[in-house]
């Protein structure tokens, strides 16, 4: 199977809503990345994780290498928040999920 | 932050033609990455770069690509001939270390016509 399987493909929420994405790998991975990919195409890095938790204003990832996941996790979603969410992990090589399209309403 | 600055940002280009996409990397970091978008689709790794050399590619890197990194400058990818096909976002990354925390570019809007 793919390295890496993103879900949900596609997700819409209203502002103020809470919700996460999802990454599961088929082997050991040694890092996740997470980027948003905004309107324009241009890629953002939202977190680098070796193993863990990190979080950074209404935004928080885990990384568990043992159970070959790792999560994003958005809360409070604003308007901006609005792209293609993309989780790429490192096994001597780097491999992109297939992204999530997320679509925050008013 | 540090960051990758691709040039030039938009590209249209007649096919057969040659183009030369430009990277200019974190000024520490050592690895150098090439990724390819087309519209709708996942990002797809092209090829790695370190001390002048290829360090591995993907059957995305048809022979008519090449890269390289003369005299520490921007670390560039080149197209000749170019083929409908090859329209697509270009992605340059680098780190500092083999595969690990990626500097991403904003891309390279790539067009052939």
């Known amino acids: 199977g793919m390295p890496v399987e993103q879900n949900p493909p596609a997700l819409s929420l209203y502002e103020g809503a809470d919700s996460g994405l999802r990454c599961n790998f088929s082997?050991?991975?040694?890092?996740v990345q997470w980027f948003q990919q905004n309107h324009r195409g241009r890629l953002i890095t939202l977190f680098y994780?070796?193993?863990g938790t990190k979080e950074n204003g209404r935004l928080k990832s885990t990384f568990n290498s043992k159970e070959r996941y790792s999560t994003l996790h958005i809360k409070d979603a604003q308007l901006e928040d609005s792209g293609t969410y993309f989780c790429?992990?490192?096994?001597?090589?780097?491999?992109f999920g297939d992204g999530t399209q997320l679509v925050v309403k008013p | 932050g540090p960051k990758v600055l691709q040039i030039p940002s938009h590209q249209i280009i007649d096919m057969g033609q040659m183009v030369t996409l430009n990277c200019d990397p974190v000024?520490?970091?050592?690895?150098f990455y090439w990724y390819k978008q087309i519209l709708g689709q996942q990002m797809e790794f092209l090829v790695n770069?370190?001390?002048?050399?290829?360090?591995?590619k993907s059957k995305l890197f048809k022979d008519q690509f090449s890269v390289e990194r003369p005299d520490g400058s921007y670390f560039t990818l080149k197209i000749q001939p170019t083929a409908l096909e090859d329209s697509a976002v270009y992605f340059c990354?680098?780190?500092?270390?083999?595969?690990?925390?990626?500097?991403f570019g904003s891309g390279t809007r790539l067009l052939v016509i």
């Open positions: 000024s520490n970091h050592l690895y």
């Open positions: 082997t050991t991975m040694k890092s």
């Open positions: 790429a992990a490192d096994n001597n090589r780097i491999f």
């Open positions: 990354a680098s780190s500092l270390q083999e595969n690990s925390d990626y500097t």
């Open positions: 770069f370190y001390n002048g050399k290829v360090m591995e």
């Open positions: 994780l070796a193993q």
